[in-house]
């Protein structure tokens, strides 16, 4: 089993910053990706960041510059780090990790999402 921890999420000005924190735990797993995901009411869920194994990184277009993905191996987190945040930011943000117990047979897992809410 896997569980996903999401926390950080939270009321922000525009302009302002907040940083979310996903700790994975559970049966030790080759992680392949982590990655930050986002959810708006009316919308698709949407990638917003992810990270490999190898700490290559992508982004949406609509966060580049502003947000920074990162991960602490030790503590088996991911962090997204958000800047600058824009009322369009405003959504539900969720963890993703996908890992397996090889590199062939992996599986997605996913947190129970934490709210951020960019608003004056």
């Known amino acids: 089993q896997v569980q996903l921890v999401e926390s950080g999420g939270g009321l922000v000005q525009p302009g302002g910053s907040l940083r979310l924190s996903c700790a994975a735990s559970?049966?030790?797993?080759?992680?392949?990706?982590m990655g930050w995901y986002r959810q708006a009411p009316g919308n698709e869920r949407e990638l917003v960041a992810h990270?490999?194994?190898?700490?290559?990184?992508t982004y949406a277009d609509s966060v580049k510059g502003r947000f920074t993905i990162s991960r602490d191996g030790a503590k088996n987190t991911v962090y997204l780090q958000m800047n600058s945040l824009k009322p369009e930011d405003t959504a539900v943000y969720y963890c993703?990790?996908?890992?397996?117990?090889?590199?062939?047979?992996?599986?997605?897992?996913w947190g129970q999402g934490t709210q951020v809410t960019v608003s004056s």
């Open positions: 993703m990790v996908r890992g397996g117990s090889s590199w062939v047979v992996q599986d997605n897992y």
């Open positions: 559970g049966r030790v797993l080759i992680m392949s990706a």
């Open positions: 990270i490999t194994s190898s700490g290559s990184t």
